[in-house]
C-alpha cells in the first residue's frame, strides 16, 4: 500500500508508518495533521461482514380457513337409525302383529296373550280358548258339557262370561291390564290372521273333530299365533255376537264373518270364548 510522505524527516516518517498519521511542518514552525484515508492504513483489518438472516415470510390465512374463535368442535343433533331395534308401537301400521320382539303377556292362571295393533291400539289376544280348568280357577265350578281340563270350557252364556271376567280382574287388579271380550271386528281381524294357512290345518269342524271340542291348541296357529279362531267352540264377543264356528259346524260357518247374534242367557256345548287384555284406560265396557 503506498505510504503519502508530507515531511521527509526520518522521525516523520517512523510516525507516520506507527501512527497512520503525516505531519507537515510550516514556516510558523505548526503542525498539521491528516488521517490516512480508509484504504491508507496497512494495520487495520476489515471487518468480517455478517449475512442478514432471511425469513420466510408468514401467510397469513384467508377469512375463509381461519378458525373460528371457538374451540368445541361442532356436533351432530340428528342420531342415526338404529336397524337392530324394533320400531315402537307408536311407528307402526294401524293393523298389524306386532314385531317378535313384544312379548306376550303371561297373567296368574298362565293365559298367554298374543299383542296385535288394531287401529293403533294395542291388543293382547288369548292365544287359545279359555280352557276349563282355567274358568275352574277362577270360578270354582266347571258348566262345561264335553270335559277335560285342557279342553275349551263350553256352555257358558255372556252373562256367565262377563261374571268371570269381572273375577278375574279382581285377581289381576295389581297389573296394568284389563280383561274384556274382543268386539267382533277385533275378532275379525284377529281371525284372519295375516293370510291364514287351509282350515283343515287349523280347525277343529264337522268333517274332522268326531262329534266333540278337543284339547286346544290341538291345530295349527294362524299367522298372527292364535289358535282355534276357527272351529273347536264358537266363541262369544261384546254385544252377544259368536264368532268362528264349532267342531260341528260346516267349513262356510268358520270364517271370519261366520256367526249370529245370541241371547245373553243363551247356552250350549259348542259356545266358548276367548280374551282380549288392553291397558286400563283402553279397555270399553261390555
Known sequence: MPARWCITHPVTRVLTCVFGVSF????????????????DNPFRKEPVRKEPVRRKPVRKPSPATRPSASTTPATSTTQPANPATPASPATQPANVPLPPASRPLVNTLGMEMIPLRFNGQVLYFSKYEVTQQQWYAVMGNNPSYQRGDTVPVNRVSLEDVLQFIEMLNQLERNNSFRYRLPTVEEWEFAARGSGSPGLDAVAWYQPNSGGRPRPVGGKQANGFGLHDMFGNVWEWCAGGFIRGGAYDSPAEQCSPRGGRKELPQARDSNIGFRLVATPVAESPPQ
Open 24 to 39: 507537515s511542518l510550516g514556516l510558523d514552525l505548526g503542525f498539521t495533521i491528516r488521517a490516512w484515508g480508509q484504504g
